[in-house]
């Protein structure tokens, strides 16, 4: 169900904008609809604790459909007549389909500008950059270009404090800090905002030796704190020099997204270089990846993006505006695309468990084959994580033409996953079939199990073998193995195994007992 342009059925619906009939056969616009007090009751099933089934009425009724002039959705309701439009519909119903794309433009853009102006009263992002100095352009872009340029910076941070915005103090304060070599990190990435104040609390607690270094950090914070957009508390930031170099948007940022379109002109997100983005699944994201399309800042070298969208290939209009891009994760078990097509992106991502590699019931459509070689010739890297625990992303990979490429492949943990899942022979002969005569670059595994057996053989597979002690396991032939939290006890000798049990004889301590399955047994080979 969606909207819909229709010829009206009979003369008796009316239009909800202006209040007047529709006539019978006049074209309508029907608008989706869905509120707490009209429609139909809609029921939701629950379980109970002793397992039986009973049905209860949702908040919400089931969705019906409201009607609108075509004129009078054009003026009032833009997205959703645009929406209607896109909808298979008798185009003999719309008489100059020409005027009313510009009228639709022209209201788009019109509403755009309300929700900005709306928004921007609302959080405080300014309308228009602070500072609008012809010299200062290409500088912003040198540092697109370039993010460790402390040379444009300098320069940037200087024409700023010319121009007395407070930006250019946050920069020659950072890059005075840099000299003092004292600063030992940026701030850590991934922080929410209290997690910073907490770090910059424990930092100046630290640095009450050098007093100097100290009220630099303070005016620092302070001043970061003032510049920041704000935004809401579950979103984080992380600065590079006088700009944000990552940003997180939660969910609850990511819902409003249209009203935030502001933010990516913000002062302090011009040279922005990484953005996470979960859209969610639930609505419709084509108008709102149309329009990061064109506001999203070209500095971006890696969007981790999530979301779902009723029109094909809108992501890939996203991808494709964003020319320094280097890194594309798709993250909540978002499918991967055929039209994405990108010269210069080098690693792809898939992140969620739900459908990440599989899709739609027994098919398993694994998301990088729907990727387009052709489309993506720098593409070397590939990481998966958080997939579906019954998938062996490991063995779907090497069943893509992409392995005759790849350099690199990470596998990360599966966070909804009991039981690690391992990798078998039956996955390294896939592998090693795909590759071919070809050696992998690097091959890191964490959170997968794997055996002694297995790890020698995925070795002779690449240069550059990862993988966490504590994820080899041990199997039957295993003889030896080490405790991965007390190595003082040296190498122990599996003396017995019996009953899910084993008896370790280490040489420090003597015999030991431990479950079969323990994590913190590491077999050691000779
Ligand atoms: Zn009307």
Redesign the pocket.
């Known amino acids: 169900m969606s909207h819909r342009i229709e010829a009206a059925k009979s003369g008796r619906s009316t ?6 009939k ?1 006539a019978k056969g006049d074209a309508r616009v029907a608008e989706l609809y869905q509120d707490s007090q009209r429609g139909p009751m809609r029921f939701e099933e629950r379980r109970s604790s002793g397992g039986d089934y009973y049905r209860v009425s949702a908040d919400d009724r089931e969705a019906i459909h409201r009607y ?2 075509v ?3 054009a003026s009032h309701h833009p997205a959703v007549l645009a929406s209607a439009l896109r909808a298979p519909h008798d185009p003999a119903l719309i008489a100059d389909r020409a005027a009313l794309d510009r009228q639709l433009a022209d209201a788009l853009e019109a509403e755009r500008k309300q929700r900005v102006e709306a928004a921007s009263a609302r959080i405080g992002v300014p309308r228009e950059p602070t500072v609008t100095d012809p010299r200062l352009e290409p500088l912003l872009a040198r540092v697109a270009e370039t993010p460790d340029d402390l040379e444009a910076l300098a320069i940037i941070g200087d024409l700023l404090s010319e121009h007395g915005a407070p930006q250019g103090e946050l920069i020659s304060l950072q890059l005075a800090l840099r000299e003092l070599k004292a600063e030992r990190a940026p701030d850590t990435p991934g922080r929410t905002l209290r997690g910073q104040q907490l770090a910059v609390r424990a930092s100046r607690d630290r640095e009450t030796v050098d007093p100097k270094r100290a009220q630099l950090l303070q005016r620092r914070d302070e001043l970061m704190a003032s510049l920041a957009p704000r935004l809401h508390s579950a979103d984080r930031t992380s600065w590079g020099i006088g700009f944000v170099h990552r940003l997180e948007l939660g969910d609850k940022s990511s819902g409003r997204l249209a009203d935030l379109m502001n933010l990516w002109r913000h002062p302090t997100m011009r040279v922005l270089s990484e953005l996470r983005l979960d859209l969610g699944a639930s609505t419709d994201h084509a108008p709102t990846f149309r329009q990061l399309a064109v506001e999203l800042p070209r500095s971006l070298r890696r969007l981790e993006i999530g979301g779902r969208e009723s029109s094909e290939h809108v992501l890939a209009e996203v991808v494709a505006a964003l020319p320094r891009l280097t890194h594309l994760v798709l993250i909540s078990a978002r499918g991967g695309d055929p039209s994405i097509a990108h010269p210069t992106l080098t690693d792809v991502g898939f992140e969620g468990d739900r459908n990440v590699l599989v899709t739609h019931g027994d098919a398993q459509a694994d998301a990088i084959a729907t990727l387009s070689l052709d489309a993506l010739p720098a593409v070397r890297g590939v990481t998966v994580r958080d997939w579906h625990h019954r998938v062996d992303p490991l063995a779907a990979l090497a069943r893509t033409p992409w392995l005759a490429r790849l350099d690199r492949i990470h596998i990360g943990p599966s966070s909804r996953t009991h039981e690690r899942s391992s990798v078998t022979l039956e996955t390294v002969a896939a592998l090693r079939d795909a590759l071919g005569d070809r050696k992998l670059a690097r091959l890191e595994l964490t959170g997968v199990a794997i055996t002694l057996p297995v790890r020698a053989a995925l070795a002779e597979l690449c240069a550059e073998l990862v993988c966490p002690a504590a994820s080899v396991t041990l199997d039957a032939e295993t003889t030896h193995v080490t405790h991965a939290n007390k190595p003082e006890w040296g190498r122990g000798e599996i003396v017995k195994r019996n009953a899910g049990k084993l008896e370790i004889k280490f040489p420090g301590v003597g015999v030991k007992v431990f479950k079969a399955d323990a994590p913190f047994l590491v077999p050691s080979g000779d």
Request: a negative charge; glycine letters at 8%; proline letters at 8%.
């Open positions: 239009c909800v904008t202006c209040g007047e529709i609108h002039h004129p009078c959705a």
